[in-house]
């Protein structure tokens, strides 16, 4: 399994911006997908945010799309989630996972970090 450590979370007001980063200890997954799901207190573990290491195919849950922009640097294994016009209801543990995809699809239960905390006011 590859180890993931996820950075940049915090607090910030509604309307405000973060940029999360996910370190993929493994060079394996250049060819596989990186993505972010979210947890928020009493609700299920959601995937908001997926991208295909070689291609740089994107894919996005509707609650973000158009306000989060996932992207990555191969060479480092490295993804990244810009989210923009933040809203209250986007506070929750932010999870990086990767793992084999197919399209918007993960095949199989990717690998997950620790989880960054976002906090929305």
């Known amino acids: 399994h590859v180890q993931l450590v996820e950075s940049g979370g915090g607090s910030v007001q509604a309307g405000g911006s973060l940029r999360l980063s996910c370190a993929a200890s493994?060079?394996?997954?250049?060819?596989?997908?990186m993505g972010w799901f979210r947890q928020a207190p009493g609700k299920e573990r959601e995937g908001i945010a997926m991208i295909a290491m070689s291609s740089g195919d994107a894919y996005y849950d509707d609650s973000v799309k158009d306000r989060f922009t996932i992207s990555r640097d191969g060479a480092k294994n490295t993804a990244f989630l810009e989210m923009n016009s933040l809203k209250a209801e986007d506070t929750a543990m932010y999870y990086c996972a990767a793992g084999r995809c197919y399209g918007a699809s993960w095949l199989g239960q990717p690998d997950w970090g620790e989880g960054t905390q976002v906090t929305v006011s």
């Open positions: 493994d060079n394996t997954y250049s060819g596989e997908c």
